[in-house]
């Protein structure tokens, strides 16, 4: 099984509707995050946690919430989904100390119509 | 600000050509740096990382990074490529600010001609 898991993989979905994207993970970290990837921009940060009690926005947190369910689970939604939230978002852990690297999830293809 | 600039978007070299891809960061102490590959449909792959000592960092898959303190850069170099290379390359930079969080470059897609 995969460390980092997203649901969906792929989703389409119409403009206003809400919709939530999961993710879980089998790493015991602490540290979890969210990105999204849009061609010619790399990956923007959305929303981070550091606990179920820590969470921190990003660089472009406007449109999105989040919610740190346990440790091992870190939820995005798009409260109502705009054309222009179409993109590729990644989750991913974190460790520290040494063992500070995102480790990510295999992405949610999210297209907005 | 913290930021990390990878000044080429593509480059293409020939298979078993040597390769460099270029990272430039701005932070204020010494970075965690990093590098993470993206081949198509899938996920990023952390391919090596610094965080201090030895500033001729190995990592996987033949690569290899060189942490310049005076040019803030962290270029990734191969000395061979070969055709499963390509893919896409992010230069990040773990950083402090408020909390801690992965800063990335906006990548460089790697070609690699037969």
């Known amino acids: 099984d995969a460390d980092v898991t997203q649901t969906p993989r792929n989703r389409i979905t119409k403009t206003g509707k809400r919709i939530m994207l999961e993710c879980s993970q089998t790493k015991g970290h602490d540290r979890m995050y969210w990105y999204r990837q849009d061609p010619g921009l790399g990956l923007r940060l959305i929303y981070y946690?550091?606990?179920?009690?820590?969470?921190n926005k990003g660089e472009i947190s406007d449109g999105y919430s989040v919610s740190r369910q346990a440790q091992a689970k870190f939820s995005l939604s798009l409260e109502s989904a705009i054309p222009n939230q179409t993109a590729l978002y990644f989750c991913a852990t974190s460790g520290t100390g040494w063992s500070t690297e995102a480790f990510f999830g295999q992405g949610t293809r999210l297209t907005v119509v | 600000a913290q930021s990390v600039t990878q000044p080429d978007i593509h480059i293409t070299v020939s298979e078993g050509a040597s390769l460099e891809l270029r990272c430039n960061y701005s932070y204020g102490a010494t970075p965690y740096l990093f590098w993470y590959v993206q081949s198509p449909g899938q996920g990023l792959q952390l391919l090596l990382k610094y965080f201090s000592g030895d500033t001729l960092v190995q990592g996987i898959k033949g690569f290899e990074a060189e942490f310049k303190r005076s040019q803030s850069s962290f270029n990734l170099r191969k000395p061979s490529v070969h055709w499963s290379d390509a893919a896409e390359y992010f230069c990040?930079?773990?950083?402090?600010?408020?909390?801690?969080?992965?800063?990335f470059g906006k990548g460089t897609r790697l070609l690699v001609k037969p």
């Open positions: 946690s550091f606990d179920v009690k820590d969470i």
């Open positions: 990040a930079v773990g950083a402090e600010g408020q909390g801690f969080s992965f800063i």
